[in-house]
C-alpha cells in the first residue's frame, strides 16, 4: 500500500519558468492538501481539494499559482514564472475524509529557483 | 500573524530523560491540536493529537498535555530515545475548516547518547 507520492523530488527552475508538482494520494483518498515550506519555517496550508473540485484555497498566492485534482490523474500544483522566493519544500497531503487531521504527507517536491 | 507559535527553536536532552516540547496558540476557534514529526528530506509524519474536550492524551512514550485556558500544548516524550531526534510541529485545526492545519514553526529535538 503505497503511501502519498510526490514527484519529482528535487525540481530545479530558472527564473521566469513554469514549475508542475504532482501528488499522487494513497488509494481510495479523494482528499488533498498542499503546504508549503519556506526556508526557516513551519508549513504553510495553501490549498485543499478533493477529486475535480477546489474547496479551499486561501493559502495560495493570488497570481501564479494554481491547482488541479483531476477525476483521473494526479493532483497537480502549478506555478507559472518562477521567482526565487518560490523555492521552498512543497508538501502534499492526502485523506479518505475531511476532518481526518492526522493525514498522511508526502516527502515533498523541493523546489529550486536559480 | 503566527496563530500557533513553538518559541523554542531548539531543545537538546540526554537519553533516557524526558523531553518536553510547548506550543501556544491564539485562535479560540481552533479545537484540534496535533503533533507531527518530521525528519531532514522527509514529510512530517503524524505523532499524536488531542481534542479540546479533552486535557491529555496518552501514546506509549508520548504525551499530549491541553491548557485550554492559557491556550498551551505540550508533548511529552520519556523516555526520550537519540532517534527521537528531528524537528516535531505542533499544528491546530478548527472544526469548520475542513482538515486545514495551521502549524507552528517548529522545534529542533536532539536526544543525545
Known amino acids: 500500500n503505497a503511501g502519498v507520492m510526490q514527484n519529482p523530488r528535487h525540481l530545479v527552475r530558472r527564473r521566469g519558468q513554469e514549475a508542475r508538482l504532482r501528488c499522487s494520494p494513497m488509494?481510495?483518498?479523494?482528499?488533498v492538501y498542499w503546504y508549503r515550506q519556506l526556508p526557516e519555517e513551519g508549513l504553510k496550508f495553501m490549498v485543499y481539494?478533493?477529486?475535480?473540485?477546489?474547496?479551499?484555497e486561501s493559502g495560495m498566492p493570488k497570481e501564479r499559482f494554481s491547482a488541479e485534482f483531476p477525476k483521473e490523474g494526479p493532483s497537480i500544483l502549478r506555478i507559472q514564472q518562477v521567482v526565487r522566493g518560490d523555492s521552498a519544500a512543497y508538501f502534499c497531503a492526502s485523506s479518505s475524509n475531511p476532518g481526518a487531521y492526522g493525514y498522511t504527507f508526502g516527502s515533498g517536491t523541493r523546489l529550486t529557483v536559480v | 500573524d503566527q496563530q500557533v507559535k513553538q518559541n523554542s527553536p531548539s531543545l537538546s536532552v540526554q537519553e533516557g530523560r524526558i523531553s518536553i516540547l510547548n506550543c501556544d496558540y491564539t485562535n479560540s476557534m481552533f479545537d484540534y491540536f496535533l503533533w507531527y514529526k518530521k525528519y531532514p528530506a522527509e514529510g512530517p509524519t503524524f505523532l499524536i493529537s488531542?481534542?479540546?474536550?479533552?486535557d491529555k492524551n496518552e501514546d506509549g512514550r508520548f504525551t499530549v498535555f491541553l491548557n485550554k485556558s492559557a491556550k498551551h500544548l505540550s508533548l511529552h516524550i520519556v523516555p526520550s530515545q537519540p532517534g527521537d531526534s528531528a524537528v516535531y510541529f505542533c499544528a491546530a485545526s478548527g472544526s469548520t475548516s475542513y482538515g486545514k492545519l495551521t502549524f507552528g514553526q517548529g522545534t529542533i529535538l536532539t536526544v543525545h547518547p
Open positions: 488531542i481534542s479540546s474536550i479533552k
Open positions: 481539494l478533493q477529486k475535480e473540485n477546489i474547496i479551499d
Open positions: 488509494k481510495g483518498h479523494s482528499h
